[in-house]
């Protein structure tokens, strides 16, 4: 039976590109930035519909992973474009279907906002991550900001019905599953970040 994660991701596959194609163009820069220093094997959580696919450098290994069947059907004409090599792969990131120390590098995109136990999710990304290896993430998360924590935290319930949460403490969570932290950097406000860690 599919999860519920797995049948909402599903049902939004379709339009997903129609209101997310803006938030991309949006972070492009900074993303193609933090995605320069990926190397080696690579496993991306979560592909999505592909959209970031063209950010990568050419020349990679890369297994792009997402619960969603419907969101990879989505990606495939994207990942079939990439110069490298680029398999899509279903799976769930807090059941991962590899074997420990497989991946170089790790990398995240707004989708630790919506695994329903982060930590659980972050503890199989580290067990899959070679012993030299760095997880990359791009994710938005909770403010230490008063009214920033407050909004989020008031839109947390409604958003939670539909997937992600606005007020998740993802530095935490990383440093929780065993991650060493290597630099934390504030994007927007404190709210999006790039996370980088290693083990
Ligand atoms: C907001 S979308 C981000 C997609 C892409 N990174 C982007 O920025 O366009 C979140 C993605 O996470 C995937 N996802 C949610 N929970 C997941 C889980 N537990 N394991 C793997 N993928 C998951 C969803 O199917 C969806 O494609």
Redesign the pocket.
Known sequence: MASV?QSR?DKASSTYDLF?RGA?RRWEVAKRKSLSHVRGRVLF?????G??VPFFPSGLDITG????WG?LSQAKSRAAGYQGGFRLAQ????HLAFGDETFDTVVT???FC???DPVA?LRELRRVLKPDGELRMFEHTGSRWFPFRLMLNAMTPITRRFG?EMNRDTVANVVQSGFKLRSVQNVYLDIVKIIVAGK
Do not use: H, K, Q, R
């Open positions: 994660a991701w997310s991309e959580l979560a592909v999505g519909t959209l970031e992973m997402d619960i969603s969101m799976s769930d990131v807090e995109s707004c989708t919506s695994v329903p999710g992600p």
